[in-house]
């Protein structure tokens, strides 16, 4: 095995490792929507299963197990549909997501039985019509492969223009970090399976020969640690809160021209405020907050909720300190403990970690979280929750 197998071997191991381990942590963590979590960890593994495959080529596999290597060409197939399965259940509240949407997967599922079938029984001559036309056809196939991916890809950057078409100003700013990573995840997503597709097509004319191509390969791995660093980094765009503002059902009353009507008194921008309007003014953030819970989204900040109440961002600053003597991320961080105490009360979220309570609670990071924790509560999160169990 040469100097550039070997770094391959490193990498493609690496990979595995690291799919392993962010699939497994989406699939069993504890969110808002797992549907959406779902998908993600099944599109991680399908990664993961591509780079044992390729690891497994250069063992054993391609001469013991033959039916499974082939698999490994098929499986492009299933990238398009689950990356759209996963935009599409971010973007839909649960009870709006119809499971039929698995019908996307049926091709890959029904030429992987096709193709096993042939494999495994050749001597079982399957009619014409049950073998897909570009199966036997390499230059084909992977053409087919290619407008797979790239319809998948349109279609779900289609969804994110049609989901910001239905969102006002101030939501669009709420939700724009979740929906620049859902663009970046297509677009990295788009150009490594179209590599990794091409990668394929070329081994299969060249081998023996030109393996280095298998270094391609190497962008699964480096995908998959993308997406890891994005979650460690960034851990609230896994979070998404959009639909909670979409759903809302405001009272007639308080539409006007589909937006929420806002108190005369809070519309002030170039006169200091008296004490009965910065209590107006707080007034309505209050009940902004306890109503929609603005304060789970951990990138919310002072200038999306002042775009909210239609107020200037010193004004809404002013109330806060003013009148609760409070600064912005005080205010704030004590919704979010409020909430991640209730959630750690509730037996319904008793299988729940305390990563998952913080993160639910709209913080970014433990840290923040134990620290607010313990400043509002003078307690732990973990002693507060034991505390909880051995009162029952």
């Given at each position: 095995?040469?100097?550039?197998?070997?770094?391959?071997?490193?990498?493609?191991?690496?990979?595995?490792?690291?799919?392993?381990?962010?699939s497994?942590?989406?699939?069993?963590?504890k969110?808002?929507?797992?549907?959406?979590?779902?998908?993600?960890?099944?599109?991680?593994?399908?990664?993961?299963?591509?780079?044992?495959l390729?690891?497994?080529?250069k063992?054993?596999?391609?001469?013991?197990?033959?039916f499974?290597?082939?698999?490994?060409?098929?499986?492009?197939?299933?990238h398009?549909?689950?990356?759209?399965?996963?935009?599409?259940?971010?973007?839909?509240p649960?009870?709006?997501?119809?499971?039929?949407?698995?019908?996307h997967?049926?091709?890959?599922?029904?030429?992987?039985?096709?193709?096993?079938?042939?494999?495994?029984?050749?001597?079982?001559h399957?009619?014409?019509?049950f073998?897909?036309?570009?199966?036997?056809?390499?230059?084909?196939?992977?053409?087919?492969?290619?407008?797979?991916?790239?319809?998948?890809?349109?279609?779900?950057?289609?969804?994110?223009?049609?989901?910001?078409?239905?969102?006002?100003?101030?939501?669009?700013?709420?939700?724009?970090?979740?929906?620049?990573?859902?663009?970046q995840?297509?677009?990295?997503?788009?150009f490594?399976?179209?590599?990794?597709?091409?990668a394929?097509?070329?081994?299969?004319?060249?081998?023996p020969?030109?393996t280095?191509?298998?270094?391609?390969?190497?962008?699964?791995?480096i995908?998959?640690?993308?997406?890891?660093?994005?979650?460690?980094?960034?851990?609230?765009?896994?979070?998404?809160?959009?639909?909670e503002?979409?759903?809302?059902?405001?009272?007639?009353?308080?539409?006007?021209?589909?937006?929420?009507?806002v108190?005369?008194?809070?519309?002030?921008?170039?006169?200091?405020?008296g004490?009965?309007?910065?209590?107006?003014?707080?007034?309505?953030?209050?009940?902004?907050?306890?109503?929609?819970?603005?304060?789970?989204?951990?990138?919310?900040?002072?200038?999306?909720?002042?775009?909210?109440?239609?107020?200037?961002?010193?004004?809404?600053?002013?109330?806060?300190?003013?009148?609760?003597?409070?600064?912005?991320?005080?205010?704030i961080?004590?919704?979010?403990v409020?909430?991640?105490?209730?959630?750690?009360?509730?037996?319904?979220f008793?299988?729940?970690?305390?990563?998952?309570?913080?993160?639910s609670s709209?913080?970014?990071?433990?840290?923040?979280?134990?620290?607010?924790?313990?400043?509002?509560?003078?307690?732990?999160?973990?002693?507060?929750?034991?505390?909880?169990?051995?009162?029952?």
């Amino acid at each position: 095995m040469d100097y550039l197998n070997i770094v391959n071997v490193i990498i493609i191991v690496a990979g595995i490792l690291q799919g392993i381990i962010l699939s497994m942590l989406f699939f069993i963590r504890k969110c808002n929507n797992k549907t959406a979590n779902f998908f993600l960890a099944l599109f991680i593994f399908t990664l993961t299963v591509q780079l044992v495959l390729k690891l497994a080529t250069k063992v054993w596999l391609l001469h013991e197990l033959n039916f499974a290597y082939w698999m490994s060409y098929e499986i492009p197939f299933l990238h398009g549909p689950l990356l759209y399965c996963y935009i599409k259940s971010t973007l839909t509240p649960l009870r709006l997501f119809k499971w039929n949407n698995l019908l996307h997967l049926i091709p890959f599922f029904y030429i992987l039985l096709v193709k096993t079938m042939s494999t495994i029984l050749p001597d079982l001559h399957l009619p014409e019509f049950f073998m897909p036309f570009f199966v036997s056809q390499p230059i084909l196939h992977g053409v087919v492969q290619l407008i797979s991916i790239v319809v998948y890809s349109l279609a779900s950057i289609r969804l994110i223009e049609r989901y910001k078409t239905g969102l006002k100003q101030e939501e669009l700013i709420i939700n724009l970090v979740q929906l620049k990573w859902l663009k970046q995840c297509i677009q990295v997503v788009l150009f490594s399976v179209i590599g990794i597709i091409i990668a394929i097509k070329v081994l299969w004319f060249v081998y023996p020969a030109h393996t280095n191509w298998r270094l391609v390969f190497s962008g699964l791995t480096i995908l998959i640690y993308w997406i890891s660093y994005k979650a460690l980094s960034n851990p609230g765009i896994f979070h998404f809160h959009s639909n909670e503002l979409k759903l809302v059902d405001y009272p007639s009353h308080q539409i006007m021209n589909n937006n929420i009507e806002v108190t005369s008194t809070v519309k002030y921008y170039n006169s200091r405020l008296g004490e009965d309007q910065l209590s107006d003014i707080l007034s309505s953030l209050e009940e902004l907050m306890e109503q929609h819970k603005l304060y789970t989204d951990p990138q919310i900040t002072i200038e999306l909720l002042s775009l909210r109440l239609k107020i200037s961002r010193h004004h809404l600053s002013q109330a806060i300190n003013d009148k609760l003597n409070k600064n912005f991320n005080e205010f704030i961080n004590e919704y979010r403990v409020k909430e991640a105490m209730r959630l750690l009360k509730d037996t319904q979220f008793d299988q729940y970690t305390i990563a998952s309570i913080a993160y639910s609670s709209g913080f970014n990071s433990l840290a923040s979280f134990n620290n607010s924790f313990k400043k509002y509560s003078g307690i732990t999160p973990s002693g507060f929750k034991k505390e909880r169990l051995s009162a029952h």
